[in-house]
């Protein structure tokens, strides 16, 4: 790991304030004679450590502005790099890749090691379109709207203002009355911008279709199924996840429906019945603050393997854990590496709920995966794609999950936790199914208005369930609930993984369940690979398969099952 002591491009004390600052590195790169192995092993070394370094200036505006959205001075340091110095690097990103392939001396890489690395390289240089770099800056400032817009989203319920994730917490009260008002005061404010969340979207749908059309694709989806690198699946894999979703997940979640009605001696489920326990017992309270929610994870932690503990600690040290939510802060949670530093960054918006407690161990899950890589000898092998990355994290809810009684010492609540964390692991797929279909559709048909797109988003999410929740009078509601969504504004068509994640986290639970120790070295040992072995070979390191086939959601559905039985 290349950290500020010992750089060998850039000088130790460097820092980017300008496009000028940055631009002598990347010429000196370009201008690199490479003439045998060594030197050519060198020059990637060298641009690895220039990647790191502008990956992690990014980072760090990014972090600031997520924190605080309401700091001027913070959007400002984030927009100016997306609008001045992100387009001054695309192109000479091109040329360095060009530069790489056209290397005499680059057939002769250990294809074992680099084989995966020049593969995303020619698939980059193939999709690059100079036109299109104004396009992602434009697209950039949109998302950073679309921020900025729900970071400002709060409500005042009892006299008291709070975020829409304090508010949420409410939905698990009892008092039925009290959840629809508390329902209804968070549609209101939502409401409130619908019209402008609509305005952004229809901007970047428009953007990503020319974004594609430039690059001689037909459409944005299958542009981004390059850009994205999905090398091992294709379009028609994601319609028959759909479908087996529908066929082995949703029956269950309406048994499941039906009983919670049933428990709750109520005529019809509303929106607002959902996050109540259905026995009447009390929201579950597993930590108290920030501190008390690390203690705890770092306790999980530690028994799973030591290592996980000492990550978090690393983290805690250096000030890198941003838990609790607050007016201004965005919504949301990530975790963000920091390759220079070595130590990645942790953005939530805890609350005090079960919620907040997977949260946190998922990124966590992110965070331990950060650390097993961190040596790996270029920026890019780190760079992981998102089937794997989300592999890491959901895994650890699961896995974590043996571990909770940290969380709860009464035997019950623990009993309950667990049985609220798989109910939810099972409302995943549907979620994901449908955010994944609706993606394909706004894309595949660019030219839709927004009455066109709630449509069909209502005809999506009917697909995959809630035949029971009765949506009477929250009509609009329901027709807007894809813009609480992130990753449609943020991160387009990177929902899928969280589907596909989700069956190999059930796959490793289930090995951590029958092989303990073993399983946890797996995991360890899939996740130190990064991104130098295929999406299949990394899921084998860790004891399970890349599968999202009938057969395969229907063995894990059954076993998940089991376990609610158990």
């Not at 082995?248 to 959902?274: A, G, M, N, W």
């Not at 250096?318 to 919504?331: Q, V």
């Not at 303990?516 to 995991?523: D, K, L, S």
């Not at 299949?536 to 086939?549: L, N, P, V």
Request: net charge negative; with cysteine; charged share 25%.
């Amino acid at each position: 790991m290349n950290t500020a002591s010992n750089r060998i491009l850039l000088p130790q004390n460097f820092e980017l304030h300008t496009w000028e600052d940055l631009k002598p590195y990347y010429e000196k790169l370009m201008n690199a004679p490479i003439n045998n192995m060594q030197v050519l092993e060198d020059w990637m070394l060298q641009r690895s450590e220039l990647e790191a370094y502008v990956s992690e200036d990014l980072g760090k505006r990014y972090i600031a502005m997520t924190c605080n959205t309401a700091d001027q001075q913070a959007v400002d340091s984030y927009t100016f790099f997306i609008e001045k110095i992100q387009p001054e690097i695309a192109p000479f990103s091109n040329l360095l890749d060009k530069k790489l392939i056209d290397c005499s001396f680059s057939t002769s890489l250990d294809p074992q090691l680099y084989g995966i690395y020049m593969r995303s390289v020619k698939m980059n240089i193939a999709i690059f379109r100079e036109e299109n770099i104004p396009l992602f800056t434009e697209l950039n400032n949109l998302a950073q709207q679309f921020s900025s817009v729900s970071g400002a989203m709060s409500v005042t319920i009892d006299d008291k203002e709070m975020t829409l994730p304090q508010a949420a917490k409410l939905l698990q009260l009892n008092d039925r009355e009290k959840r629809k008002q508390v329902y209804e005061t968070i549609a209101q404010r939502r409401a409130q911008a619908r019209e402008e969340l609509d305005l952004i979207m229809d901007k970047m749908v428009q953007l990503r279709h020319q974004v594609a059309i430039n690059a001689g694709y037909a459409n944005f989806r299958d542009y981004m199924f390059d850009a994205l690198g999905r090398f091992d699946y294709k379009p028609q894999d994601c319609f028959n996840f759909h479908e087996s979703v529908k066929k082995y997940i949703v029956p269950v979640l309406d048994e499941l429906d039906l009983k919670r009605k049933q428990t709750l001696h109520v005529t019809s489920l509303r929106p607002y019945d959902f996050e109540v326990d259905p026995e009447g017992l009390e929201p579950l309270k597993p930590f108290t603050g920030a501190k008390d929610l690390i203690g705890k994870t770092h306790e999980i932690f530690e028994i799973l393997d030591p290592f996980f503990a000492q990550c978090l600690s690393n983290m805690e040290e250096l000030n890198l854990l941003d838990l609790e939510s607050r007016k201004g802060k965005a919504p949301g949670g990530y975790l963000y590496p920091l390759p220079l530093t070595g130590v990645p960054f942790i953005f939530m918006n805890a609350v005090g709920s079960l919620r907040d407690l997977v949260t946190m161990v998922h990124e966590g899950g992110h965070a331990i995966h950060s650390f097993l890589n961190r040596d790996l000898k270029l920026n890019d092998f780190k760079n992981v794609p998102s089937e794997v990355a989300e592999l890491a994290s959901m895994s650890m809810e699961l896995i974590s999950m043996q571990h909770w009684q940290k969380f709860f010492n009464n035997p019950a609540d623990l009993q309950r936790a667990r049985m609220e964390q798989l109910d939810d692991i099972l409302r995943t797929l549907p979620w994901v199914a449908a955010i994944d279909k609706f993606q394909h559709w706004m894309y595949c048909t660019p030219q839709h208005n927004a009455s066109q797109r709630q449509q069909a988003w209502i005809d999506i999410y009917n697909e995959f369930g809630g035949k029971h929740t009765d949506w009477i009078g929250y009509e609009d509601n329901k027709a807007f609930m894809w813009q609480k969504q992130l990753h449609l504004f943020e991160v387009p068509f990177y929902y899928i993984e969280y589907g596909f994640a989700q069956l190999g986290a059930i796959a490793m639970w289930r090995n951590y369940l029958q092989n303990g120790p073993q399983a946890i070295n797996q995991y360890k040992n899939a996740l130190s690979l990064g991104y130098t072995k295929s999406i299949g070979e990394i899921y084998q390191a860790a004891g399970i398969k890349f599968d999202f086939s009938e057969a395969w959601i229907a063995e894990l559905s059954t076993f998940v099952q089991a376990q609610m039985k158990a």
